[in-house]
């Protein structure tokens, strides 16, 4: 019988494995490290695996089990061989430049349709005001 890892598809996690999960104060730590694929270069094109360096990032995700949660993603940086250009591995659920995930910000986005102070859910997500106004700002919404 085939052993399947329902934890990753728990927190819907695609093509990411976990590490290891710990438990401070109230929060969730989750340490996730992405499966090893082969990735495309930005700069020429040329298909490459070759890992040159790992960094540690960490990534506010949504809460889990009632409890604040942050990934502590291990991010690949990939080296081209043919024109050493150095980039990251893309990664499906964190945009690029991003330390919050994509659900996270649909998450602020839906806490405020029910709760309609800025103040209040920046509060309840850990988060600074100015952080909400900003995810706020990438709504698309139109006048009738």
């Known amino acids: 019988m085939p052993c399947f ?9 695609e093509d990411a494995f976990i590490k290891s999960i ?3 104060d109230g929060k969730l730590f989750i340490y996730i ?3 090893q694929r082969i990735h495309k270069c930005p700069q020429c094109g040329e298909m490459t695996s070759k ?6 990032q960490p990534v506010k995700d ?3 089990f009632g409890q604040l ?5 291990r991010k690949r940086r990939h080296v081209c061989p043919s024109c050493r250009k150095v980039f990251y591995e893309k990664v ?3 945009p690029r430049y991003q330390r919050m995930t994509n659900r996270f910000s649909a998450y602020v986005i839906k806490s405020l349709k029910s709760v309609f102070s800025i ?18 700002d990438h709504v698309g919404y139109h006048c009738k």
């Open 5 to 13: 890892n329902y934890t990753e598809e728990l927190l819907g996690l």
């Open 22 to 24: 710990e438990k401070h």
């Open 33 to 35: 490290e992405m499966y």
């Open 51 to 56: 890992v040159h360096d790992y960094r540690t």
């Open 62 to 64: 949504i809460p889990a």
């Open 69 to 73: 949660t942050v990934l502590f993603l």
């Open 92 to 94: 499906p659920f964190l």
């Open 119 to 136: 103040k209040k859910v920046a509060e309840d997500m850990n988060i600074s005001q100015s952080t909400v106004a900003r995810i706020f």
